[in-house]
């Protein structure tokens, strides 16, 4: 799912042209599907995402449908957490000698249940190392003892399974409920003598596939279905016959 989710919040993000606003984050509407599996088993799968937003995020909600019983009996669910950490990053060695410089894009990613117990977490972290000369006399984040960085990413994802009496809460016609936090973790590392920032952001899919067995109709309504149909076939050719 992880390449799906990322090329999907990419778009998000640059069709509706969103600003961030630390701390502040949108989730939007889930999106569902169904496979059919073997024989009368089959899979609904629900998405929803956030798009990346400053850090640091605190219990952003999510929400996802429960497994409507009229489809059938469930048999288990399975919880998908995927995190983004997206940064821009610069950096200035002031340094008498060259030196290496390592930019740790990362941060801790939260699923929290309704209640607010831990579901999930997930630690993305990205390195990005950098040789540069000694300072080069000009503090621009540029130049060859310096440099500015955009798109950076990282990613982590993680899943859980649910089966028996753990598949309550997911039977209903409702929604199931989550929150999402994101506590940036980034960081530059070189010389003593240096100047540097990191800014972060973070964003998260969340999927439920629901693994089900289709309901099948009870031998007296596939009779009783019968019988009405005949009944109707025999009323229209009687209809016809009279007509003759």
Sequence with gaps: MKAAFISSIAAITASLGIVATSGVAKAYDFTC????????????????????????????????????????????????????????????????????????????????????????????????????????????????SGKTLEGLTAEDSGSKTYTGSELTSFVGTGTVNYSFSAEATSNVRGPGNMRSYVDTKAGAGVKISYNYTRKIPEPTTVIGLGVAAGLGLFSKRNKVWKKA
């Design 33 to 144: 599907s169904t496979v059919d599996g073997i024989g009368n088993d089959a899979t609904r799968t629900c998405f929803t995402q956030l798009a990346p937003d400053w850090t640091d995020i605190f219990n952003a909600p999510l929400f996802l449908p429960q497994f409507n019983s009229s489809y059938g009996t469930l048999n288990s669910a399975i919880l998908e957490f995927d995190g983004l950490i997206q940064g821009n990053a610069g950096f200035e060695s002031r340094n008498a000698t060259a030196s290496t410089i390592t930019v740790d894009l990362s941060g801790l990613l939260t699923l929290n249940d309704a209640d607010g117990n831990s579901l999930l977490s997930l630690n993305p972290q990205q390195f990005y190392n950098y040789d540069v000369t000694r300072y080069d006399g000009s503090t621009d984040y540029a130049g060859t």
